[in-house]
């Protein structure tokens, strides 16, 4: 299935995280808090996997937390940025680190069928072309009984940003989402079962429009639209998007940025039917370290 009344640009997205690497954990508390709520569900599910992927890692932060749940496991940090891999390569020690790296698009994963245990995967899907090529994608390389565990962002998500920006122009500023049931149809499609969707709105207050702004740039964020506005972010423009956005200042004085946030989990099932791939694939024990 592909996103709703868009392209995106992947070289933009990858351009953006790269820039991103080094800043994007000073600026990361709701992909920190999400990831955390999304690990927390682990804690209901009876798996002792062999090898796990983190889709869309970043700096490491939870193929770090996943190595620590699952010792004996080997994990694979998988990202288009190849500067976000460096940055989580530099935090892993030197000898003896069970973490591998390998950049590569969710929706052409590197890997042989059945490789991995359990895939998961936190507010990264949204950067998805095509959410039915990426599930697909998981279903593939996992081994039938695997578990696919992700979080990504719903349609209200930045909803007063979206409207802010609309006062400055009609081209888009803001990425659009899909809906919670429509990723859960695509899930089914793509050969998982028994899948579980919930989601939960999480509000960021904030002082003024600069500070979100420079909150959503740090991590890499932009707006990745192939129909994307073009040309320079100005003072007149930034001044239309603040005054538009004071209409949703709340009884506390604060800006608020509202996340919906979708939390899923399904099950590989054997015999489900499986779009066929492109993709050239190695074995895990192909990947060494470096």
């Avoid at 808090?33 to 889709?55: K, N």
């Avoid at 590569?104 to 991995?116: K, Q, R, V, W, Y």
């Avoid at 890499?220 to 003072?235: E, I, K, L, P």
């Avoid at 004071?246 to 506390?252: I, L, Q, S, T």
Wanted: glycine share 6%; proline share 4%.
């Amino acid at each position: 299935m592909n996103r709703p009344h868009e392209l995106l640009d992947k070289r933009r997205i990858a351009a953006s995280f790269d820039r991103a690497a080094q800043t994007y954990e000073a600026h990361d508390f709701l992909q920190r808090e999400v990831a955390a709520r999304a690990l927390e569900r682990l804690d209901y599910v009876s798996l002792v996997p062999a090898r796990v992927l983190d889709i869309g890692a970043g700096t490491g932060r939870c193929a770090r937390a996943l190595g620590a749940r699952y010792r004996r496991a080997q994990v694979v940090q998988c990202d288009l940025a190849l500067g976000m891999l460096r940055a989580s390569r530099a935090r892993e020690p030197r000898f003896f680190s069970r973490q591998r790296f390998v950049a590569a698009d969710l929706e052409a994963l590197p890997f042989h069928d059945g490789t991995f245990d359990l895939l998961f995967s936190s507010l990264a899907l949204q950067w998805s072309q095509d959410l039915g090529r990426a599930f697909a994608e998981a279903r593939r390389t996992l081994r039938a009984g695997g578990l696919f565990m992700f979080t990504t962002l719903g349609p209200d998500t930045l909803r007063e940003l979206r409207s802010a920006w609309s006062a400055v122009s009609d081209s888009p500023h803001v990425n659009r989402f899909l809906d919670m049931h429509d990723i859960g149809d695509t899930l089914v499609s793509a050969g998982f079962g028994d899948p579980v969707m919930e989601t939960e709105y999480l509000t960021v207050p904030y002082e003024d429009v600069t500070t979100l702004m420079r909150d959503l740039k740090g991590i890499g964020a932009s707006n990745s639209a192939v129909d994307r506005a073009r040309g320079m972010f100005g003072r007149r423009a930034l001044a239309t998007l603040s005054a538009a956005y004071e209409a949703f200042r709340d009884p506390a004085g604060k800006l608020p940025a509202t996340y919906e946030v979708v939390y899923g989990h399904a099950w590989a099932v054997e015999g489900r039917r499986r779009q066929p791939s492109d993709v050239h694939t190695f074995p895990l024990t192909a990947l060494r370290r470096r």
